[in-house]
């Protein structure tokens, strides 16, 4: 029986050729990223900004988007955000974010009974979530030294696995889909909220899983291939490697569809984020952490990029 390749086998793929135009605009949107998350801000979800979060579901016809708002405009309890949700599963429902109300966790309880005064039973309450300042400052400083400290344990890691070389690539890729990932939630305008750093993690140790793959067949590649020039070297390991990233990123992918589509709104953000991750991390293990060995200089190249002559293995 015939097996299905999504890449055929012996590849030649010239990867490195690209490196002075993709490098250059990795640096940059990376750069352009930071610049939004701080300059305009993702929508941080209630965990990291304090305040009650509700998923209604209206009990009949009359109750409608505008006038749970307007209903709940007229209880005086600062910013209060209405909107739409809906899904193949559980159908429209309606998610109310009320703000952080002065006066600490008793405040948002007062607000919350408000809440479920006014609307009464035109509506049934299917999710309530309630964080007081104190927690949400928390959540938000452990979730940034949970990620700090991730990459701190990879840069060890590679270090004592790999070169020094090695170690500091796979950092610099890693923080490059990390940033890539961040700026993604600033534009949609994705809720960033614990499950987002969640998706954070899985996103670092799935890019890095992918480096580290690459690095591997580059570093067998050096030890066997002495006089190959390092970018021809490099493509060499890449198309050794491509196949199985490629079946490995776009199997991931299909399962991270289905839950975007069936999983509900609950999750839509981390997926969607995943999503994105996996593709960028996959593109960063290519295009950013190889590159990066040249600029390293893990090997001076013999000759020049154009008219190499292929090397041989080099003697037991």
Not at 110 to 120: D, N, P, Q
Not at 130 to 145: D, I, Q
Not at 284 to 299: E, M, V, W
């Amino acid at each position: 029986m015939r097996r299905l390749r999504l890449i055929p086998d012996g590849t030649h793929f010239r990867f490195m050729w690209m490196r002075r135009i993709n490098f250059p605009v990795s640096v940059a949107l990376a750069i352009l990223s930071v610049v939004i998350f701080i300059g305009i801000g993702p929508q941080y979800g209630i965990d990291f900004r304090g305040g009650t979060l509700l998923e209604l579901k209206p009990t009949s016809e009359t109750t409608t988007l505008a006038s749970i708002r307007s209903t709940l405009e007229g209880l005086e309890l600062g910013d209060v955000q209405v909107q739409e949700v809906s899904d193949l599963t559980s159908g429209t429902n309606i998610l109310v974010r009320i703000q952080q109300q002065e006066g600490g966790d008793e405040a948002q309880q007062e607000a919350l009974v408000k809440v479920r005064e006014a609307l009464g039973d035109t509506v049934d309450f299917r999710r309530i979530e309630v964080v007081g300042p104190r927690v949400s400052g928390e959540l938000a400083y452990n979730g940034a030294m949970a990620l700090l400290l991730a990459m701190v344990g990879i840069l060890i890691y590679i270090w004592f696995r790999f070169e020094w070389q090695f170690a500091v690539g796979a950092i610099i890729c890693t923080a490059h889909d990390v940033l890539m990932t961040l700026g993604f939630f600033t534009v949609l305008q994705l809720e960033f909220n614990l499950s987002s750093i969640a998706a954070l993690l899985t996103i670092v140790g799935y890019s890095l899983n992918d480096t580290v793959v690459v690095y591997d067949r580059i570093r067998e590649n050096l030890r066997k291939f002495k006089k190959m020039p390092l970018t021809e070297l490099i493509d060499r390991s890449i198309n050794e490697t491509l196949a199985r990233t490629v079946t490995t990123s776009l199997t991931t992918i299909l399962a991270l569809v289905a839950l975007l589509i069936f999983g509900g709104s609950v999750i839509r953000s981390f997926v969607a984020s995943m999503i994105f991750g996996i593709v960028i991390g996959t593109y960063s293990s290519i295009f950013i952490a190889a590159p990066l060995l040249i600029f390293f200089k893990i090997r001076p190249a013999p000759s020049s990029d154009e008219g190499s002559e292929t090397a041989e293995p080099a003697e037991a």
